[in-house]
């Protein structure tokens, strides 16, 4: 929530301080007294709400995070489950093509030994699961959002230099990256496959994590205005990095949306 927020919650009960202060010079009747004082007590009771609904929805929102990166680790591991059973199923052929390798370099046909090493990278990349970083978190994430990015012909390029632990809560982690990367495939979705591209690059840069992304957008969809649970300027990114002493900017220019996250990360937590 932002400050100014909180002082337009504040004024609710002060301008009624303040009128009450001012009418009780003129001896008010008992009924009015009354009246204002319960109107006193109706702005308390509205703040109070209003805090216990923001306290819902954000509660509420990290279960749904919560769920959702377990639902992408599931798929993670059931992924490299299947690709594990690949391997050992593939195990046998292998063996039979690396034997005929041999064979084929003993007798000195170069050309065909070099045609079968070539299949076999081709099955070894098949079954190789794809790192985008050292973080499982941000992996997960990237995995499933990339799944999205293939079905729509979306090319992209990942540039991550993430290490394997971070002091950053893995909820708020999974919060970057998976609005980050909504927000562009939802804007991509809308224009022409051979148009659709996304660039992710992130990466430690002195006591902060910055992660930055580019695609193309239509002046359309960039300039529309921000929905809820949507788009590059929700809450939730700028809460994110209002708590680790960061910021959250973006821009449109081109043809082109940017956005940029950065995040300090030279201590555990961040602030309450």
Known sequence: ????TYALLALLPISQMLLLSAYQNHRL???????ILLNLLADLVLIYLFFWGFQKKRQERK???????????????????QKHAELLSMRADLNQQLSRIRL????GDTDAAEADIASV??????????????HQVVNAILTEKDRQCQALGIRTDYQLLIPRKLPIDPLHLCSIFSNLMD???????ELPEEQRSLTLHGALRGSYLLVRLENPASRKHAERPIRTGHGYGSQILQDIADTYDGYFQCDFDNGVFRAIMAVKVDRIGGKN
């Open 1 to 4: 929530m932002t400050k100014k």
């Open 29 to 35: 009747s008992a009924l009015t007294t009354l009246a």
């Open 63 to 81: 279960l749904a995070e919560l769920q959702y990166l377990q639902e992408a680790e599931r798929r993670q591991n059931e992924a490299l489950e």
């Open 104 to 107: 084929l370099l003993e007798k």
């Open 121 to 134: 990278q081709q099955t070894l990349d098949h079954t190789r699961i794809r790192e985008y970083c050292q």
């Open 183 to 189: 927000n562009a495939i939802e804007a991509l979705r």
